[in-house]
């Protein structure tokens, strides 16, 4: 094949069937077509009035200069990495299965680089699992060109996709228009150091909820509240958010009380929070109904411990558990079908899950007690099996409170006002029973209850008077059933409340406006000789704009308090 023959034929591209083309003028220049992976992302827009070929994003539509010798594709490549509206991590995927379709799979060593740093991350692998032998042989099978990355380079690569995501996560808290609700908390590690994790609850602006874990950092000695409140606002400086915050949710530990209080005096001082602050903390209600129910646990009698104790008997060796379950072979009708778990002392509802465990199989602990002599101080009595289901039966509403109060995948503000309404009519009724146990248990319960819940909290009741299924005819049902003559008083309480702070969004609403009409009030002026007939048009398009930016940030409000005022 000669050379004119060669600049006669013209590819489709690579890895497809050749389509020979004939070329009249074999001199004449030819376009060359793009080749870059980054054309996935941008769409050409042609050469725009300067002659210079433009680029538009696919993701957020800015238009850039690109092509040619001299801008290039440098300018958009960069793009990718700050481009909050195409995710990262989908790039690699992207480019990886259109080169396969190609028929030939280039590997852009900087994506495969942030896609593993991603992998690392998201499964918690140690920084050195690239160290290892047979790890380095397998990628070198499948890709012999790709250059792995040391331990170091990993963790560079770590530290650089937090930042890029963090200033993505920054443009968005600050471009959204309403506020934003934290919730915080402080562990203490197996080698006694201190944490604090800072989590923000807001909807973005596709009305969407997010919850995003702002900071995860060590909090070192003392964990006072002045400390805890210093570091937090400390946070919400670097992240832009400190005028756009709501409330925070916090567990009961003494030192957040004073934590709230010197976090909310700095930030009413400058003017952050709305209605100076009363609704800014929101305790948390899941650590609430623990510390309730743990009261009432510490009167349970011997039954649970002896529960407890025989549990731990019984998975203390494999042979024990063999002979266990072969007790069930005896007993006609019972089967082991769910395994005997263990009690966690600082959740509660495992203690449920205990017992409820453990109450089927009452027949074949009897049975296991007659094969094992060891195990009988362990095996309840019939009388103490009894109280035990008593018991069960009156903490499973509590049970199921808790993990409905504890969902994340769906609102919870609105179910609020009723769980709380509902447990303690519980209590009020426990304190009828007839049995001795549970009415004491009810007794040390409601003491703890009226110490947090005595007063429901207005901002959540508000989720009730919101929600369409409830509205304020279920807060006048719920109060007269706990109290009737105060339930006149109770729903005006929270409706004043409702009103001043939608008063707040109104206002706010009224200052936007108010610049916007001045704005059209300058342009009237200027063509009124000209257009004096559509003045009365103009005022009447701003006053619906006016009604219109009042619904919307109302309807912000709302979207606002339904969705995230009780993210446990």
Request: proline share 3%.
């Amino acid at each position: 094949m000669n050379s004119e023959t060669v600049s006669n034929l013209v590819t489709t591209g690579v890895g497809s069937e050749a389509a020979p083309v004939e070329v009249d003028e074999p001199s004449s220049k030819r376009l060359r077509p793009a080749t870059s992976d980054v054309w996935k992302f941008f769409k050409k827009l042609g050469p725009d009035k300067d002659g210079v070929e433009r680029a538009e994003c696919k993701g957020c539509k800015k238009v850039f200069k690109a092509g040619g010798k001299r801008y290039g594709t440098s300018t958009i490549k960069r793009h990718l990495d700050s481009c909050t509206q195409i995710k990262h991590e989908d790039i690699g995927q992207t480019i990886a299965e259109l080169q396969l379709k190609m028929g030939s799979l280039k590997i852009d060593s900087g994506v495969a680089r942030d896609m593993f740093a991603g992998y690392v991350v998201a499964g918690d692998k140690p920084f050195n699992m690239v160290d290892d032998r047979r790890f380095r042989n397998w990628v070198k099978y499948i890709s012999p060109t790709l250059k792995l990355p040391s331990r170091n380079t990993v963790k560079a690569d770590i530290v650089k996709v937090h930042k890029r995501e963090a200033a993505k996560l920054k443009k968005i808290l600050v471009s959204i228009p309403n506020r934003i609700c934290l919730t915080s908390d402080l562990w203490t590690s197996s080698t006694n150091e201190g944490f604090i994790c800072l989590t923000a609850h807001f909807v973005d602006e596709n009305w969407k909820l997010q919850s995003k874990i702002l900071n995860f950092c060590h909090m070192p000695p003392p964990h006072t509240g002045y400390e805890l409140s210093s570091k937090i606002f400390t946070l919400l400086t670097e992240w832009k958010v400190d005028k756009k915050i709501f409330s925070i949710t916090l567990d009961n530990a003494s030192s957040n009380d004073t934590c709230v209080e010197h976090l909310k005096s700095t930030l009413d001082v400058h003017g952050s929070l709305l209605c100076g602050g009363e609704f800014f903390h929101v305790r948390c209600s899941a650590h609430i109904l623990n510390l309730i129910v743990q009261d009432g646990m510490k009167i349970c009698g011997d039954a649970v411990c002896k529960i407890r104790e025989g549990i731990k008997f019984l998975r203390k060796s494999e042979s024990r558990m063999v002979k266990f379950k072969e007790c069930f072979e005896d007993i006609e009708g019972l089967e082991y079908t769910t395994a005997l778990c263990l009690d966690v002392p600082t959740r509660w509802n495992s203690l449920y899950a205990m017992l409820a465990s453990a109450i089927p199989y009452k027949k074949a602990f009897e049975l296991y007690k007659v094969k094992e002599a060891g195990f009988r101080e362990y095996c309840p009595s019939s009388d103490e099996w009894r109280r035990t289901e008593k018991i069960c039966d009156f903490l499973l509403p509590f049970y199921e409170t808790t993990k409905l109060m504890s969902g994340t995948f769906y609102p919870t503000s609105n179910l609020y006002f009723l769980q709380v309404w509902q447990i303690q009519l519980i209590l009020m009724n426990s304190l009828k029973n007839d049995e001795v146990l549970i009415r004491n248990m009810g007794e040390k319960m409601m003491i703890k209850f009226k110490k947090y819940w005595e007063e429901y909290s207005v901002v959540l009741a508000f989720g009730a008077v919101l929600d369409p299924r409830f509205k304020l005819n279920t807060l006048v049902h719920c109060y007269n059933e706990i109290d009737p003559i105060s339930v006149k008083d109770k729903v005006e309480h929270v409706k004043s409340k409702l009103y001043k702070l939608f008063e707040v969004y109104d206002q706010n609403s009224s200052t936007t406006v108010e610049s916007s009409s001045q704005l059209s009030s300058n342009f009237s002026q200027a063509i009124s000789s000209a257009i004096g007939t559509q003045l009365i048009k103009i005022v009447g398009v701003s006053i619906f704009i006016y009604l219109i930016i009042c619904i919307f940030n109302f309807s912000c409000f709302l979207i606002h308090i339904l969705f995230v005022m009780q993210r446990i």
